[in-house]
Nanobody, 114 residues
Framework: VQFVESGGGLVQPGGSLRLSCVASGFTFSNYHMSWYRQAPGKERELVAAIRSTGSIINYADSVKGRFTISRDNAQNTVYLQMNSLKPEDTAVYYC????????WGQGAHVTVSS
């Protein structure tokens, strides 16, 4: 099982980024997926989760209305569209299965700063 995240970078407050995660080593379309993040000095936290069918499981309260999780089962890819970014969104973002965590990928570094 492998997850490869991409799309991170430096963005100003109020800006947007779209993260992608390509998964391999399992039947992607059979599994719920999720995005987590880990800010410096803090524990990893769940940001958003999506069912195998594409319906939303949940969002963290801190990102509701700003972030959107989606997936493309044909491409084995899960996305995280992040809008109205805030400095407190600065973190390394990881994708993983939801409810049964696998080994973590390298993550996508997101820095929100002016």
């Amino acid at each position: 099982v492998q997850f490869v995240e991409s799309g991170g970078g430096l963005v100003q407050p109020g800006g947007s980024l779209r993260l992608s995660c390509v998964a391999s080593g399992f039947t992607f379309s059979n599994y719920h997926m999720s995005w987590y993040r880990q800010a410096p000095g803090k524990e990893r936290e769940l940001v958003a989760a999506i069912r195998s069918t594409g319906s939303i499981i949940n969002y963290a309260d801190s990102v509701k209305g700003r972030f959107t999780i989606s997936r493309d089962n044909a491409q084995n890819t899960v996305y995280l569209q992040m809008n109205s970014l805030k400095p407190e969104d600065t973190a390394v973002y990881y994708c993983n299965q939801y409810g049964f965590l696998r080994a973590w990928g390298q993550g996508a570094h997101v820095t929100v700063s002016s």
